[in-house]
């Protein structure tokens, strides 16, 4: 089973590029982020006929995270507890169905900036929500993929200049903090057991030319409950979709389980 993150950063405006992608590649799941529009307006028919089933949770604007699967998605659950006022469209939650159940959660953390702001704090909060909710499926022993840009630096080796990331609210202590704390849960960091290497970059900002002199930060990831970690076989960040006309400033990253 093959199962993909990306941030499509507006899947509207980038729909071409999405759509042939998933032509290409064929995930037999994929979390997105960032739709940046409201449920009606996502563009779900053209994931049906590549025979996808969808679940979104979108808002108008910013934010926005679908769940998209090969086999029927059942138990669909949308939102975090813990802040019945929040209105961000940020976490999305699904049961594949068929033999090989896979419970996917599809997130988009908060990015937190400015630090020393409301923003950073409700990063920090929402950081909470998302352990208390991991806390709570892991005694489910279930095979179990938490995957979608956390906006998270966890370490220096996971950015090209972390020297240029010290002031900024994905690198901050706190969030790394908070990282490992998800982290210590149970749950296994899919490219570090796979790979590890430094550069497995999966963000780069349109701006100052980082593509081109990858200066590039790794920041989508997927955690997986023991269940499912004995049977990851793979990782593949899709860093050439980066250098495709119209791309997201994030890649494709993709696992691979043994089912």
Known sequence: MRLATWNVNSINARLETVLTWFEEEQPDVAALQELKCVDEKFPAEAFERLGYNVAVHGQKTYNGVALLSKTPLEDVQRGLAGEPEDEQSRYIEAVTGGATPVRVGGIYLPNGNP???????????????LQAHATQLLPLEERLVLMGDYNV???????????????????????????????NLGLTDAYMQVDGAPGGYTFWDYQAGAWQRN????????????????????VTIHRDVRDREKPSDHVPVVIELAL
């Open 115 to 129: 630090i020393g702001t409301e923003k950073f704090a409700y990063k920090l909060r929402w950081m909470a929500r």
């Open 215 to 234: 200066h590039g930060i790794r920041i989508d990831h997927a955690l997986l409950s023991p269940q499912a970690a004995d049977k990851l076989a793979g």
């Open 153 to 183: 630096i966890p370490e220096p080796e996971d950015a090209d200049k972390p020297e240029g990331w010290l002031g900024d609210a994905l690198f901050q202590p706190e969030s790394r903090a908070a990282w490992r704390a998800l982290k």
